[in-house]
């Protein structure tokens, strides 16, 4: 056969047979692209898949610093929290029926001036506007949020005056009505998260956002029962007051927060603010603990250098500790479980610290600090 004719059927067969391959590969990979996962929506999926609830203790901690305790001249209170940046409080109106003016308390034991600037006959619901708490960033509100019979909550506020006291629970139930003289409350919420007096007027806390839903206002002892307005209800209402606030209230002459302040209030507040201390280093919050020093510690100390003396430490657990009234100051005992980084290794030391408590200004403050051995 002519060398010629063979060379062209060889030819001719490599050409067919790598058009069949071509076809065939050309249909399954085709096939494989269209059927397989989209790798954008593959990306979205994992993304919200790693979106995480926040912790709670960080909820906790970054909503305490809005939240205040109301105290009024007769001693009694109540609990309010920061919702807007005109220093405005929202808390309950029982918290602060009579009154005209009120002191309020930081979680940092300042002590401020506050003006009542509206305030409901039927609704239990009130505002207090303090004007050294402007341009401090707001809880954040969630008037859209509608929680469900078995949502998880938080409840924070200072009852029975412990002030930065958090409660969980859940909604234990939805629309509820009950009358408590002269209040009337509609469409509330039912909360299992246990609360006592001087609750009233704090905020609930949706567990999964950390935004605030509602005002705790109400119990029934039998059973502790607990009663939220949502706040969705009272928004237009204090948004009015914050804009236009009311003439007319009762006047009631000021009080010296000081003059309250007794030998119990005092421990339990020495208590606190050690534990706020040691609690704002472990987050590394140092412009917190630094804060809670006194004037003749901070003359003396520069905020660099104090922040300095903290950066090796990871972690401080309070083991132990004491407290005693003497004269005007609290002096606190304390035995510190210390995590250092040491060079490429933690150790853990324990050490005797005393801390020094007393007021200045109305504010508690730790004005000295000894390290034992």
Not at 55 to 66: A, L, P, W, Y
Request: glycine share 8%.
């Amino acid at each position: 056969m002519d060398k010629k004719i063979i060379f062209s059927i060889i030819v001719s067969l490599l050409i067919l047979a790598f058009g069949v391959f071509g076809y065939f590969y050309t249909k399954n990979y085709t096939a494989s692209k269209i059927y397989s996962e989209s790798t954008i929506l593959k990306k979205n999926s994992e993304e919200s898949s790693t979106q995480t609830i926040p912790e709670i203790k960080e909820i906790i901690r970054e909503s305490q610093k809005k939240v205040v305790m109301v105290e009024l001249e007769d001693g009694s209170v109540g609990s309010g929290f920061l919702y807007n940046d005109n220093g405005d409080i929202i808390t309950n109106a029982h918290v602060v029926d009579g009154a005209s003016s009120v002191k309020i308390r930081t979680t940092d034991a300042k002590g401020y001036d506050g003006e009542v600037i509206g305030i409901s006959t039927e609704t239990d619901i009130a505002v207090v506007r303090v004007e050294g708490l402007k341009n401090i960033e707001p809880l954040t509100l969630s008037p859209s949020t509608e929680l469900e019979i078995g949502d998880e909550i938080l409840a924070l506020g200072s009852p029975l005056g412990f002030q930065n006291t958090v409660t969980t629970g859940i909604i234990s139930g939805t629309d509820r009505e009950l009358n408590v003289e002269p209040y009337i409350y509609e469409n509330v919420y039912q909360i299992s998260a246990p609360i006592a007096p001087g609750n009233s007027g704090g905020p609930l806390l949706d567990r999964k956002s950390g935004h605030v839903v509602g005002i705790n206002s109400a119990r029934i002892e039998q059973g502790n029962i607990g009663f939220s307005i949502p706040i969705s209800a009272v928004l237009p209402l204090v948004n009015g007051w914050s804009e236009t606030p009311m003439r007319n209230l009762p006047s009631v002459t000021s009080f010296d927060i000081s003059s309250k302040v007794n030998g119990n209030k005092m421990l339990e507040t020495s208590d606190y603010l050690i534990n706020y201390f040691i609690e704002s280093i472990n987050f590394r919050d140092f412009v917190t603990a630094y804060s809670l020093l006194g004037s003749d510690w901070q003359s003396n100390v520069k905020y660099e250098t104090f922040r300095e003396k903290y950066l090796h430490i990871n972690a401080i657990k309070i083991t132990e500790l004491k407290k005693e009234i003497q004269e005007d100051k609290v002096i606190v005992e304390t035995i510190l479980s210390i995590e250092e980084h040491n060079g490429e290794k933690n150790i853990t030391k324990i050490y005797n610290k005393t801390f020094v408590v007393a007021y200045e200004n109305d504010q508690a403050k730790i004005i000295s600090e000894k390290q034992e051995g």
